[in-house]
């Protein structure tokens, strides 16, 4: 089962970057977007991914000509095989492709016809996903694998709406994927093993190191986790018990991790942070905790400080 297109049906943080890495990686890739407005939103973050990819590659080509360790991202292969400048410049090569690779295209039928392997990367928003889904459903073949990259919703929430449940699973990918190069792989009670293990494959085929999931859990691995804890830090900050600077310093220095709970918000988009507080049927209290991250992403939202793409977040940063 050979995966010559790939269709990325999204262009948000996410879509993107799993765009580019797959493209990065030798696949055709299309990213379907609903909106001309949504092809302006998307093609700041593609040139973005380029700049960065070439950033790193600079680093490692400057850390090569000083005889230092290569800091290689994972997503880009092993460093052990990066040894020469011969091998630096395949990896440019692969990068300068990658732009050409990606298409972007306002016709799902289209789109879909050209394509073995969709991966679904809109909104965090179950009520925009099913919508997608019953557009989608009518282009289906039997051949046609379909994967949510939800990062909160399971598989069986959508099965019903696809001709072919069994070609259908979720693949999640984790933020800044060329270096945090994780793909949690969950399938629901109707799916394929074969289906389950071409997609095991695809992960490996981009970079990525597959995570099985032995059942369906909300949040999967990844989220089940990290959710909690960014809604422990928006807590903090939305009954102001201390600004998100603060709580930042505070979860760095007591456990040396390189980033705080707003500055991994930040790089997730505070639209999807926004979404999961959503869900809360809390968040409908202004009074509530979950009303009040609510009110609090929202005003960042609508002032345009959606996070790293946008420039400013809870931070800001250099475009």
């Not at 809109?122 to 925009?128: I, Y």
């Not at 109707?190 to 059942?215: C, D, H, Q």
């Not at 500055?263 to 009074?287: C, F, H, W």
Request: net charge negative.
């Amino acid at each position: 089962m050979e995966f010559r297109h790939v269709l990325v049906a999204g262009g948000g943080v996410l879509g993107a970057q799993i765009a580019f890495q797959t493209a990065f990686k030798g696949f055709p890739v299309t990213i379907w977007l609903r909106s001309e407005g949504s092809i302006g939103r998307t093609e700041p973050k593609l040139t973005r991914l380029y700049n960065v990819y070439r950033a790193e590659l600079a680093r490692i080509g400057e850390a090569m000509l000083a005889g230092k360790p290569l800091d290689l991202p994972r997503g880009f292969g092993d460093a052990a095989a990066v040894k020469s400048a011969e091998d630096l410049a395949r990896l440019e090569k692969a990068v300068e492709a990658a732009k050409q690779n990606i298409r972007l295209s306002l016709d799902l039928a289209e789109s879909v016809r050209e394509a073995d392997f969709i991966i679904e990367s809109m909104a965090e928003d179950r009520e925009a996903k099913r919508e997608f889904y019953a557009k989608l459903a009518p282009f289906l073949d039997e051949k046609t694998i379909v994967a949510t990259n939800s990062s909160t919703m399971i598989p069986s929430m959508f099965s019903d709406l696809l001709p072919y449940p069994e070609n259908y699973l979720a693949l999640h990918f984790a933020n800044n994927i060329w270096r945090s190069n994780t793909a949690e792989i969950m399938g629901h009670s109707g799916t394929s093993e074969a289906v389950f293990g071409r997609v095991v494959e695809f992960a490996k085929e981009i970079g990525m190191i597959p995570l099985e999931l032995k059942k369906e859990q909300p949040g999967y691995i990844l989220n089940s986790m990290l959710v909690p804890f960014l809604s422990a830090a928006e807590a903090l900050w939305a009954n102001e018990v201390a600004d998100p600077e603060t709580i930042d310093k505070t979860w760095t220095l007591g456990t040396g991790s390189p980033y705080g709970p707003f500055r991994i918000l930040d790089i997730v988009g505070l639209q999807t942070a926004y979404n999961i507080v959503s869900m809360n049927p809390e968040a409908k209290n202004p009074e509530s905790t979950a009303g009040k991250i609510a009110a609090g992403l929202k005003a960042k939202i609508d002032a345009g400080k959606t996070g790293v793409n946008a420039g400013e977040g809870f931070y800001r940063y250099e475009k």
